[in-house]
């Protein structure tokens, strides 16, 4: 793995950047295959949980209330960690798929402990939240020089910006209020203020995505409440970490191809403008105005074409949820009692909004995955209703902060606007495809529903066109006599996650050819998958067979590439 250091900070580099447009090598490619090895069957010493028993390859790399009603005893037993007393509140996992995420060493108070919350002392117990799906990481968590350089960099989450002096680029804000990943690159003199979070299992816990790791083996592979190392859990090895920083990586959409940004006239974007798409279905083209629009949503503000970076400065900006407020009610659903409010960092209220201490603050996300999970939010406050997600942001708890005390659902806003608005705060839009400027009226109680088909259709691209991605790997990976089941079998997950987000759209037959062409693809895909292990592993691979199975991908994806320009396809800017 090849390192670059910053003084004593040493920091992981992604080897394989040239495979965001589609070139691996041998060596890449058994590297992410070692990685989704470790991911799912490497136990760590620990209580029998692996990285994949909360992050589920068929469930977007996340877990959700409905995955686990599916497991069996012994799979529930490891998910609940039923062997480790006192770790977990297995109500909450039951009902909402929250886990204790609390760091350090032995928390104040255990998982399943209802009188310690609200103590004396002023702890209010443990944090829960929901695992998250870890697609498009390189996409989603960035920290861009501009804000360093601008004083705009707050530190890193909890810590101040002197422990990440010199490196703040290089450190993602990984997990669900950029706290994930534990420590940071330096001691302060004299102190330990930097190494929190499990930095004290680490020294050398840097804020990176191997450090991620460690820190996620210390919190949830734990045999007691002690976290003694070598005892609990074991460290994983550089090797390992390597592997798994690797796979990681690898998973999830890429940024444009040099043709695409040229499409669209830019450079370098990780996301495709969403002005500049061309809708096939007139719902979508609505949702999509409606989501852009200054006199619509104006949801484009906090996530810029759909995704995790921000309109105004390009970076992934921690932001007042109010989502929060919900506890009491997930709380009482569950267990009985309130549960402790999850503070969230310290951040910015919104871009250009003002700064200083503010709590229940949290990552901005890429909706653009949006669609294919089954629980919304750090605290799964909406379980199975995309549509109740989004009206969310048209809640009383979003738009005042004042709790509601009423299931999310109830709460539609007269005549289907989300009252999310900036008016004036944003420059004009530019006329695109399909939609008007301003945002046309919707119907009543119809305008959430255009909002989840867009989000629908545009996850559904996406999926598309990873799938494109993968195939092509593949195929790059036969020629070198490699393993092509892991680009395959993702494609395979991506076909079905699109059929099922179209599925479930609230608008009636969203794309029912795209639909039915996904499910019928599957099985196509696993044929060729199957030939594709007769080809390879050998010390020669079968060149014969090699090019059969090249053939019938070539023929896949061009299946798959008609299936995205049924959805959208990309205009020229105005």
């Not at 909002?451 to 993968?470: M, P, T, V």
């Not at 020669?540 to 991908?553: F, G």
């Amino acid at each position: 793995m090849k390192r670059i250091l910053f003084g004593a900070l040493t920091v992981s580099t992604l080897v394989f950047a040239a495979s965001s447009q589609g070139q691996v090598t041998e060596e890449q490619a058994n590297l992410i295959d070692e990685g989704r090895k470790v991911f799912m069957e490497e136990k760590f010493a620990g209580n029998g949980r692996t990285c994949g028993t909360c992050h589920i390859p068929t469930e977007g790399y996340d877990i959700f209330p409905s995955s686990i009603a599916k497991l069996k005893k012994k799979e529930r037993d490891i998910v609940f960690a039923s062997n480790v007393p006192g770790f977990e509140n297995q109500d909450l996992i039951e009902m909402f798929a929250l886990f204790n995420i609390s760091g350090g060493p032995a928390p104040l108070c255990p998982g399943d402990e209802p009188f310690c919350f609200d103590d004396e002392d002023g702890h209010h117990g443990p944090t829960f939240r929901g695992s998250m799906a870890i697609q498009a990481l390189d996409l989603t968590t960035l920290m861009t020089q501009e804000a360093v350089d601008q004083d705009d960099f707050q530190g890193t989450p909890l810590l101040p910006p002197e422990c990440s002096e010199g490196v703040e680029t290089q450190l993602p804000q990984l997990g669900w209020s950029g706290d994930g990943s534990p420590g940071t690159p330096k001691l302060l003199p004299g102190d330990d203020t930097c190494q929190t979070h499990h930095g004290e299992f680490d020294d050398d816990a840097d804020g990176s995505f191997r450090a991620f790791a460690t820190g996620a083996i210390a919190q949830h592979f734990t045999l007691s409440l002690d976290r003694i190392v070598g005892e609990d859990f074991r460290r994983a090895t550089d090797d390992e970490l390597d592997a798994l920083e690797a796979f990681q990586r690898w998973l999830g959409r890429r940024p444009l191809s040099e043709e695409e940004n040229a499409a669209q006239g830019t450079t370098g974007a990780s996301e495709f403008e969403i002005l500049l798409l061309d809708f096939s279905d007139p719902r979508v083209a609505k949702g999509r105005d409606h989501f852009a629009t200054n006199n619509g949503a104006t949801c484009n503000r906090c996530h810029d074409n759909a995704g995790a970076l921000s309109f105004d400065n390009g970076r992934n900006d921690n932001n007042l949820t109010k989502v929060s407020l919900s506890n009491d009610d997930i709380g009482l659903a569950a267990v009985g009692f309130p549960i402790p409010e999850d503070e969230g960092v310290i951040v910015t209220a919104f871009s250009g909004g003002d700064t200083g201490v503010r709590f229940g603050a949290f990552n901005s996300q890429s909706i653009i995955e949006a669609a294919e999970k089954k629980a919304w939010f750090h605290n799964h406050k909406v379980v199975n209703d995309f549509e109740a997600a989004i009206a969310h942001y048209g809640s009383d708890d979003f738009l005042t902060g004042v709790p509601a005390n009423r299931p999310i659902g109830a709460v539609k806003p007269e005549g289907g606007m989300l009252g999310l608005q900036f008016g004036g705060q944003l420059p004009a839009l530019p006329a695109f495809p399909g939609g008007v400027d301003p945002a046309p009226s919707f119907p009543a109680g119809d305008g959430i529903e255009h909002l989840g088909a867009f989000l629908r259709a545009l996850n559904a691209f996406y999926n598309l066109r990873d799938c494109e991605r993968l195939i092509e790997e593949a195929k790059e990976r036969l020629e070198l006599n490699v393993s092509a089941d892991n680009p395959l079998d993702h494609c395979a997950f991506n076909l079905a996650t699109v059929e099922r987000v179209l599925h479930e759209s609230k608008l009636p037959a969203l794309h029912k050819d795209v639909q039915k062409d996904a499910k019928h693809l599957i099985p196509k895909l696993n044929a060729a998958q199957n030939e594709a292990k007769n080809a390879v592993g050998k010390k020669k691979k079968d060149a014969k067979k090699v090019e059969k199975v090249v053939k019938k991908l070539d023929e896949i994806n061009d299946s798959i590439f008609a299936m995205r320009d049924s959805i959208a396809t990309q205009v020229p800017p105005p």
